[in-house]
């Protein structure tokens, strides 16, 4: 059948893919369970945002973590689902561009932007470890009643930077391993 869910295809007996094919295979399991918890995440945040506006209306109760906690479960759910977005080549293209071009063209251009992301995520990576580093050796918190440890949204933030720089990683050593294979 072509639904995809064969026993023959999801059976226990197939053994996951070794090598590069079971890098992905991996990180696509990995990826999975992140976009739900980030679902979950997000449910979470309009929970707390819609509590908040509850109780200072009706109740006239002023809350002091409600923002906070809704931007830490954004930023993680962002951050971290990054990478399976990527996977799907899901964030923001210009696709009049590509369907303009030829396709040994286009070829070019998606490894020349893959290269660039690559290397912008890197850094933000590499970035957000220094600053994940400080607020943690030197306990930085919120400026705010509540003051949360800031270690939590930047570990988030360093996770799905780092995931997502793996995940562009993985695409560039794919298109170029492909190309060098023949067909």
């Known amino acids: 059948m072509a639904h995809g869910l064969d026993p023959a295809e999801t059976g226990p007996t197939a053994?996951?893919?070794?090598?590069?094919?079971?890098i992905e295979y991996w990180f696509s399991i990995l990826?999975?369970?992140?976009?739900?918890?980030?679902?979950?995440?997000?449910?979470?945040?309009?929970?707390?945002?819609?509590?908040?506006?509850?109780v200072r209306y009706f109740l006239h109760i002023s809350t002091d973590w409600q923002d906070e906690m809704s931007v830490f479960l954004i930023i993680g759910a962002v951050f971290m689902s990054s990478a399976a977005?990527?996977?799907?080549?899901?964030?923001v293209a210009i696709e009049a561009i590509s369907s303009m071009l030829p396709p040994h063209?286009?070829?070019?251009?998606?490894?020349?932007?893959?290269?660039?992301?690559?290397?912008?995520?890197?850094?933000?990576a590499w970035k957000s470890w220094t600053l994940l580093e400080e607020a943690w050796t030197e306990n930085f918190h919120s400026g705010s009643s509540w003051g949360p440890p800031l270690w939590v949204p930047y570990s988030l933030m360093t996770f799905g930077?780092?995931?997502?720089?793996?995940?562009?990683?993985?695409?560039?050593?794919?298109?170029?391993?492909?190309?060098?294979?023949?067909?």
Do not use: E, K, W
């Open 15 to 22: 053994a996951p893919p070794t090598g590069a094919a079971g």
């Open 105 to 124: 063209v286009n070829r070019i251009r998606l490894a020349i932007v893959d290269i660039m992301s690559l290397a912008f995520c890197g850094f933000f």
């Open 161 to 183: 930077m780092m995931l997502l720089t793996l995940q562009i990683l993985l695409q560039v050593a794919n298109a170029l391993l492909s190309r060098r294979t023949p067909a």
């Open 31 to 54: 990826n999975q369970l992140i976009v739900l918890i980030a679902s979950i995440a997000l449910v979470g945040a309009s929970l707390v945002l819609t509590y908040s506006v509850i």
């Open 85 to 91: 977005i990527q996977a799907r080549r899901g964030h």
